[in-house]
């Protein structure tokens, strides 16, 4: 399954392609976001996600247009923060603004909460994600939007935003958290039934996490003479999902890009599927709601 990795897309069901690879830029400090842009960019990164909440998308912006290559070869993603789902319009003009273009390829919805803006502790109790989205259908229209999608949506949710009458729309994408200790295989296959492309994010398993620890990887990156960062990636890309590894180090941007004629086999897969340990980096305990609800395994 040796690929051409730098140059893949997956279909969307717009008739989108959106790239493979991507640069994630979350907890990404200020200062770092806009070096990090660029040099993934002239690396050969074609998309580059961000999010309202991250507060880098000006950073984002600058990086973009320090790199040099055209708007219009670059997949911009963003997303929809928790307290603006009642300002979805001012939303997305808020970050087209921030980052300096006039539209983004793909807007997520951040989370299913409707959070407070008054009291990020409260769920507005007039409001929910249905509504968001209902706002949300109306972007493309514009222009300003070339493909929206959910992130952070279990089976659950997704089911209750596909049975609903005002939902036209079949998100693109959902984004959502996946690694091998969080591997998510049900959800992945509803997703893929309903015609949704799923990203992963985490999808190193963050800084600091068990998986940086994880034996069976080690020596399987040690076996291949890759680094376990690349064992990951291949892992995810070859599940069917476009991948957002997160740096600032120009050398680690470089490397999670040299995945050309990689490949994992059926054997090394399944290892990777059989790891034991469980655990999220992004939980919803700091959510006003519950949006997890264990039944995505």
């Not at 830029?25 to 996600?49: C, F, M």
């Not at 036209?168 to 893929?192: D, F, G, M, R, W």
């Not at 291949?234 to 069917?240: E, K, M, P, S």
Request: hydrophobic share 35%; net charge negative.
């Amino acid at each position: 399954m040796s690929r051409i990795w730098t140059k893949t897309t997956f279909p969307l069901n717009t008739g989108a392609t959106i790239p493979a690879i991507g640069l994630g830029t979350w907890q990404s400090k200020p200062n770092q976001v806009r070096e990090a842009v660029r040099v993934a960019l002239q690396k050969g990164y074609r998309h580059i996600d961000t999010a309202l909440a991250y507060g880098n998308e000006a950073e984002v912006g600058q990086g973009i247009r320090d790199s040099g290559v055209p708007r219009e070869e670059i997949w911009i993603t963003t997303k929809l923060d928790n307290t603006w789902h009642k300002r979805v319009e001012e939303g997305i003009e808020s970050s087209l603004k921030s980052l300096g273009v006039d539209y983004v390829d793909l807007y997520l919805m951040h989370w299913p909460s409707s959070t407070d803006p008054d009291d990020l502790s409260k769920h507005l109790p007039d409001w929910d994600f249905i509504a968001t989205w209902a706002e949300m259908q109306k972007l493309p229209a514009s222009g300003r939007v070339k493909n929206i999608g959910v992130s952070n949506f279990g089976i659950r949710n997704l089911e209750k935003l596909l049975s609903d009458p005002r939902t036209k729309t079949v998100p693109a994408v959902n984004q959502i958290e996946l690694h091998p200790n969080c591997p998510s295989p049900k959800l992945l296959q509803y997703c893929k039934e309903k015609g949704i492309h799923c990203t992963a994010y985490s999808c190193l398993g963050s800084t600091d996490s068990p998986l940086a620890k994880d034996q069976t990887l080690k020596a399987l990156a040690e076996k291949k003479g890759w680094s376990a960062a690349q064992v990951l990636l291949l892992w995810g890309l070859q599940r069917g999902t476009s991948v957002i590894p997160k740096s600032v180090t120009p050398e680690r941007i470089e490397a999670n890009f040299e995945l050309d004629g990689k490949s994992l086999s059926e054997e090394e897969m399944k290892q990777l599927d059989s790891l034991p340990d469980r655990f999220k980096v992004c939980g919803d305990a700091w959510l006003p709601i519950k949006v997890f609800f264990g039944d995505d395994e």
